[in-house]
């Protein structure tokens, strides 16, 4: 059977149930772009339950970064399953202890680590919100348009990329102002250095409106992600470092999705060379297993008293061996593989930019990579309708992608990927697109 026959009959027969019985029980939040019920995977393959195979450019939201059930991975979870599931960081373990070591080696923050463990990236969000709060004694926040940070009350006061996310909620946590994201592509200042502007806007609010002895902290996400999977002008991070460094605000880095390799360095913060207060970690940090981790400077994680702040089932040993597991590999091979095969991406997705005036901007670091589709390249109205069609046709075609931003798509297939699996899923975006331009005309 080719792929255009196939496209008429997926979902299979097996998915149409699955989803069927799935519409009466789990709640209808989830956002479900297109009808893939997984039965497994393998590296950067899976598999529907009717058998059809997928090339994965979508990673379970940026999670499985050493691919699908790395044999590694599982074998330290097997592992660490098989003598004891959960004990709580009221107590003591290995893996926790292993875990914030490895953690202050790979030197994340200004100064000495230490870590906080959580179960998701929402949670470690709230976390550094929380150690902010309590150590500056200030209760006001700056966060960015465009920015994800998670859906509780917390993160979710600075998730601003689309409003469907904070209606309805309002209202949420206090005190947080938004400034723009510095957005190369779509300039929102005059003049060339929009990184400057935004940090001269910051400057302007500190002068007028925020006075600077009330910010805890400023949260960003050095390459913004669901936002549009944007990449600040050079020298933009450096300037808020040194605004935080002047008015004694914490810096945080959200890498929940930028973080552990998946722009080709440990941590993305390391292409501009520096290094915040605070970071946040989780997505890929444990190829798909649920944990989240806050990493402080010690000179401020050593303020927070035992009892003001702490979880369940933070520093689950199963998760821990997950996360160890998974750092090893992505240290010893796997971010230097998303660099290569980074480049090999951007370098085709380039001459699909020269081919189809519908894709306006080609960006990114790594397998951190966006595309972003334009009805007109001179006035860059978002040609949304045609983003969310080429997602639909490239399930069809067997490819798995996900959206971004107002009309982007996002490539961030698992981390391992190597170079044949790669030029597959790209063949299928090519013919996707084509295949989409024909139908919407
Ligand atoms: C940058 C960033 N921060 C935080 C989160 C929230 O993570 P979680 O969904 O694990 O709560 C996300 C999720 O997409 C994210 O991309």
Redo the contacts with the bound molecule.
Sequence with gaps: MNDVQRSRTLPGPKARALIERDRLVVSPSYVRDYPFAIAHGKGAEAWDVDGNRFVDFASG?AVCSTGHSHPEVVAAIKSSAEKFLHISCDYWHEGVVELAELMAKLDPVSGPAMSFFAN???EA?EAALKLARQVTGRGRYIGFLGG???RTMGSLAFTASKYTQQRGYFPTMPGVVHVPYPNPYRPLFAGDDQGRAVLNYIEMLFERNLPPSEVAAILI?PIQ??GGYIVPPPGFLAGLRALCDKHGICLIF?E??AGIGRTGRMFAWQHEGVRPDMITL??GIASGMPI?LMVGARKYMEKWPPGSHANTFGGNPVCCAAALATLRLVGSGYADNARLMGERALARLRQFQQEFAVIGDVRGRGLMIGVEFVKDRATKAPAKEFATRLVTRAFENGLLLLECGASGLRIIPPLMIGAPLLDEGLDILHRSMRETLAELG
């Design positions: 939201i998701s990236g929402t969000v994800f940070h998670g996400e992600g669901e959200d929940v999705q989780a997505k989240g």
